[in-house]
C-alpha cells in the first residue's frame, strides 16, 4: 500500500512536534539535571567537563518541585510528611523519598541518587547529604543544632537591612525574626542581593567577625555564601563602605585618545 498523504503529513506533524518540544527544553537547559558517568553530576544540557550529554535525571519543573519540597520539609515543616528529624536536622533519605511518594504518586522514578544529585549541584550550597541521611544547611524555622564548619570564617561578613531598620540595628544589633538563626553573606554583593528580596535598595552593614568571635560569639560556614549566627550584638556592627568599582585597569590599558568623549 503507498504511503498516502495524510500518513505523510502525520509523520511530518510528528517530527515538528518533537522539534519543538526540543528547542522548548532547550531555552530552560540551565536547571535540567544530568549525570556524566565521568564528571558526576550537572544542571545543563551537556557535561561542563568534557561535553558529554550524560544521563538524564529530571526536567526543570521535577527539579523545581522537588527543590520547594526540600526546602519546605527541611527547614520548616517535617512534621507534614511524618518524618523523624535529628536534632542536629537530618531525615532518613529513604523516609523522605517514601514519604514523598505517598503524597506525589506521580514521583514513583525518584531514587536518593536524584536527591544526592539535587544536593550536590546546588548553586547555593544549601543542603548536606551525609551517611543515607539528609538536611538543610541553613533558613530553618524550626529548632537544629546545626554541627556546621566554625574555622575559616572571613573577618568581614555582611547584612542587608532597610533604609526604616537600619538605626535600630546599629543600637540594638542583630537577632532572628522569622528564621532561628541571623543569616549573614560572605561579600557586600551577596547581601546586597540577598537583601533585594525585601526592600529594592537595601543599605549593607558590616560585622566584624573578628573581634565578635573573640568574644565567644559562635559563627558557622551554612552555604556557598551564607553564615550563620545566633545573634550579634551591635559593638560589631558598622555600616559597610560600598565596595569599590574596578574598572581603572581596563582604562589604563586604551590608548591616549581612545577614552570616552
Ligand atoms: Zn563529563
Redesign the pocket.
Known amino acids: 500500500m503507498p504511503v498516502t498523504s495524510s500518513a505523510l503529513a502525520f509523520i511530518n506533524f510528528i517530527c515538528k512536534k518533537a522539534f519543538k518540544t526540543h528547542t522548548h527544553n532547550l531555552g530552560k537547559v540551565k536547571l535540567m539535571l544530568r549525570e ?5 553530576y ?1 544542571r545543563e544540557s ?7 550529554e ?1 544521563r538524564f535525571l529530571m526536567d526543570t519543573d521535577e527539579l523545581e518541585s522537588i527543590g520547594r519540597t526540600m526546602a519546605g520539609t527541611l527547614r520548616h515543616f517535617p512534621e507534614k510528611f511524618e518524618l523523624n528529624m535529628d536534632p542536629q536536622g537530618f531525615v532518613d533519605l529513604k523516609e523522605f523519598i517514601g514519604a514523598l511518594q505517598r503524597k506525589k504518586r506521580r514521583l514513583r522514578w525518584l531514587r536518593p541518587h536524584h536527591i544526592i544529585a539535587i544536593i550536590e549541584t546546588d548553586p547555593k550550597g544549601r543542603y548536606e547529604y551525609r551517611e543515607g541521611r539528609i538536611r538543610a544547611t541553613y533558613g530553618h524555622s524550626i529548632d537544629v543544632d546545626l554541627d556546621l564548619p566554625t574555622s575559616g570564617i572571613p573577618d568581614a561578613l555582611y547584612y542587608p537591612t532597610t533604609q526604616e531598620e537600619v538605626d535600630i540595628v546599629l543600637e540594638t544589633g542583630l537577632k532572628p525574626s522569622d528564621r532561628k538563626k541571623v543569616h549573614l553573606s560572605k561579600t557586600y554583593q551577596d547581601a546586597t542581593n540577598a537583601g533585594k528580596v525585601r526592600t529594592p535598595t537595601p543599605v549593607i552593614l558590616e560585622i566584624d567577625t573578628k573581634k565578635a568571635q573573640a568574644s565567644g560569639i559562635t559563627i558557622q560556614k551554612a552555604g556557598k555564601t551564607v553564615y550563620i549566627v545566633e545573634s550579634i550584638p551591635a559593638e560589631f556592627i558598622s555600616k559597610a563602605p560600598e565596595p569599590e568599582i574596578q574598572t581603572v585597569e581596563e582604562s589604563e590599558v586604551l590608548p591616549e585618545n581612545e577614552g570616552k568623549d
Open positions: 556524566c558517568k565521568d564528571h558526576g550537572f551537556i557535561c561542563p567537563l568534557c561535553g558529554e550524560g
